[in-house]
């Protein structure tokens, strides 16, 4: 699992090894890393346990909420899982 910016940070690593029970979804994985990281949590999840919509989780790549089955897809065993927190700015204001 890999971690970027402000979330990288928190879990003091660029990728963490959690090992998951066969059959694990995007959303139980996501619980699971909050569980060990629990700085993580607020950064992740709403006060309504859901995962924040500035939050992006990538499965191989792909944005987890445009999976066929959202954040309920069954994980693989070869699968890729990326953490990103919300980014904003860029080079420059345009100004």
């Given at each position: 699992m890999s971690f970027y910016a402000t979330l990288r940070q928190i879990v003091g690593s660029k990728t963490v090894d959690i090992p998951v029970a066969s059959g694990i979804t995007v959303r139980a994985l996501i619980d699971e890393v909050a569980?060990?990281?629990?700085?993580?949590?607020?950064?992740l999840l709403g006060e309504d346990g859901n995962l924040l919509p500035h939050v992006h989780v990538l499965v191989n790549g792909r944005d987890a909420p445009y999976l066929r089955h959202g954040l309920e897809t069954v994980l693989g065993p070869d699968d890729t899982f990326a953490l990103f927190p919300?980014?904003?700015?860029g080079a420059g204001s345009g100004r």
């Open positions: 569980a060990r990281y629990p700085r993580l949590r607020p950064e919300p980014v904003a700015g």
